[in-house]
């Protein structure tokens, strides 16, 4: 029984481990707003939605980014690159705490906090979003991690102007 | 820094002269406190209807929500009667905003300060000691506590939108919108019943008024928001209209989306530089378009003054309130809903389409960014005047590279606010 336990345990952190090394490239991915990058961190079916967190609590759906399927997000990302008219700025994207919650055969629940700093041209740089990512991951045909859900749950309800770019 | 701008006596009791000219539209409205100052007595507080809320926002005997009457914080209730009621989110006693939370359900309002308590329609029932211990204290013997209720404004609704006044005898809404723009904020609030999908928040630094004005000006919309012709949502020859109330103080941005693809025509592609040939979506599903209204027009965008703009494009529902914060920014809170008879699969698809507005939103972005660039050359550069010369007055209502509607709400402004 203990040993069960134990691997348990060991798993979990194994698994921790590669989400945070998975973590680390989806927010350098980021940073250098390279979206196309992005959407590759998904599976095809994946779904990514940013909610505020009062939408989130009182069960209301509305997302500030709403995504079912890779299809979605590469539209995004074609959007932004190609036909989006924005400020230039510098995105700075921290993902910490990650934790493996559990792991059964609809793969691996993990969460973790983040928060986007964006510094714009002559501004002091400030806190764009701060939240929560809700994760489901797993493994494609080479065995490599993938998205399968993140739900970006943010604190920072009242946006300062606009989100540009994901988180 | 307050710049003193356009000087010379004026019997309005400012030192402001609004240039001669009606096209031209002078920077100070955007940026001057006492301006501010101004609007709040001659509009928010004035003889106009100030949308709070939707009906679903509130939908059972004791639900409350946090809302504004222009900058003023109230709360908007429904009393165990159903009745709907605004108050001032400001206790009678000291004045602590002791409304805290963005909605919930209550049977009470109680002041966390001094614990003085009122009910759903403000009116104030306890008051903690109130004869004072061992004789001594309290509140004055002749304290009626029916003199101390919360301050409250009147309210009207019309197709589940709640509108609340701080003036006793205005019009109804029917009237104050006007024939032609109550007939299309009818075709959007039909009488079904909605149903709260959520709610965007984001803080503008901007006039509360360029928002208006970005609604009411169709000449940006395909030179601005080229999602909108790339993906063959809006382009400028769709059949469109933009009708205006008969003092220019509302708007409305009508258009039809053809079936099919966009015909973009050579003189349009010439005129809009960042023209891209139309292509198609990976997932063309955000973009289609199940008819749902009985009207001909696919889009419409409401500017109702003077903090209310309602918006149906597509399959896309939401009210945005504007809250001004001074002259120089403003909150926006978007309620975007649904129907109460929409299948799971039309809620996702509204879902899905509503990545197109909000504070992420393909137009919500562009529009965000473009009214702080504009807030940040007019309250930093060298005084001047705006321009807004396109199209003409008497125009057919149908032409749509024009400013018409924006001129026509400034002539309703200087009228109100006696510039
Ligand atoms: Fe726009």
């Known amino acids: 029984m203990a040993t069960v336990i134990q691997n348990k345990a060991g798993t979990l952190r194994d698994a921790r481990l590669e989400i945070e090394e998975f973590n680390y490239a989806y927010a350098e991915t980021l940073d250098q707003m390279d979206v196309d990058s992005w959407a590759e961190f998904f599976s095809d079916d994946a779904f990514y939605q940013v909610i505020a967190r009062d939408n989130f609590e009182s069960g209301l759906p509305l997302g500030l980014i709403y995504c079912e399927g890779k299809a979605m997000m590469k539209d995004r990302a074609y959007a932004l690159l190609n036909t989006e008219m924005f400020a230039p700025r510098y995105l700075h994207l921290t993902i910490t705490n990650t934790r493996a919650l559990s792991s059964d055969t609809d793969g691996i629940r993990a969460s973790a906090n983040y928060t986007l700093i964006e510094t714009l041209v002559e501004e002091p740089s400030r806190v764009q979003q701060v939240g929560k990512y809700r994760d489901l991951f797993v493994r494609d045909a080479e065995g490599a991690l993938k998205l399968k859900e993140r739900v970006c749950i943010y604190d920072s309800v009242m946006i300062d102007n606009c989100l540009v770019f994901p988180v | ?419």
């Not at chain 2, 149906?312 to 945005?320: A, E, F, G, P, V």
């Not at chain 2, 507005?357 to 060298?382: S, T, V």
């Open chain 2, 1 to 419: 820094m307050d710049v003193n701008r356009g000087l010379s006596g004026n019997s309005n009791g400012f030192d402001r002269a609004w240039p001669d000219d009606a096209t031209r539209i002078p920077d100070w409205i955007y940026t001057d406190q006492d301006v501010y100052k101004r609007e709040i007595e001659k509009i928010f507080l004035g003889r106009h209807w100030n949308y709070v809320g939707l009906e679903c926002e509130v939908p059972e005997p004791g639900s409350y929500m946090r809302s504004y009457v222009g900058p003023f914080p109230v709360v908007v209730t429904r009393d165990m009667d159903g009745a709907l009621h605004v108050f001032e989110n400001r206790c009678a006693h000291r004045g602590v905003e002791f409304c805290r939370e963005y909605r919930g359900k209550a049977d009470s309002f109680i002041c966390p300060y001094h614990n003085w308590t009122y009910d759903l329609k403000g009116d104030l029932t306890a008051i903690p000691f109130r004869r004072g211990v061992k004789g001594k204290g309290g509140a004055p013997k002749d304290f009626e506590m029916s003199e101390y209720g919360l301050r409250r404004f009147r309210v009207s609704t019309r197709g589940g939108v709640i509108f609340a006044t701080a003036c006793e005898d205005l019009e109804s809404i029917e009237d104050y919108l006007g024939p032609e723009i109550c007939a299309e904020f009818d075709a959007t609030f039909d009488g079904t019943e909605f149903t709260l999908l959520g709610v965007h928040r984001n803080i503008l630094p901007s006039n509360w008024k360029l928002y208006q004005e970005n609604l009411k000006d169709p000449y940006h919309a395909t030179l601005l928001h080229t999602y909108l012709t790339t993906f063959g949502l809006f382009v400028s020859s769709n059949e469109s209209n933009i009708p205006t109330d008969k003092y220019g103080r509302h708007g409305g941005l009508l258009s039809r989306r053809p079936e099919g693809r966009p015909d973009v025509s050579e003189e349009e592609k010439s005129n809009m530089q960042a023209f891209k040939q139309t292509m198609e979506l990976n997932d063309p599903r955000v973009l289609k378009f199940f008819p749902e209204a009985d009207s001909k027009w696919s889009g419409s965008v409401l500017t109702i003054f003077p903090t209310l703009t309602a918006l149906r494009q597509t399959n896309i529902l939401n009210t945005r309130l504007l809250v001004p914060r001074g002259p120089n920014e403003f909150m926006m809170l978007w309620t975007v809903f649904g129907r109460s008879d929409d299948d799971e699969e039309m809620t996702r698809h509204r879902l899905r389409q509503n990545n197109i507005f909000g504070p992420a939103g393909f137009l919500g972005i562009e529009d965000n960014e473009a009214l702080k660039f504009l807030q940040d050359g007019i309250r930093k550069a060298m005084p001047r005047e705006g321009l807004a010369v396109l199209g003409e007055d008497d125009e057919a209502t149908d032409t749509l590279i024009t400013e018409r509607a924006i001129r026509g709400m400034y002539r309703y402004y200087r009228d109100v606010m006696g510039f």
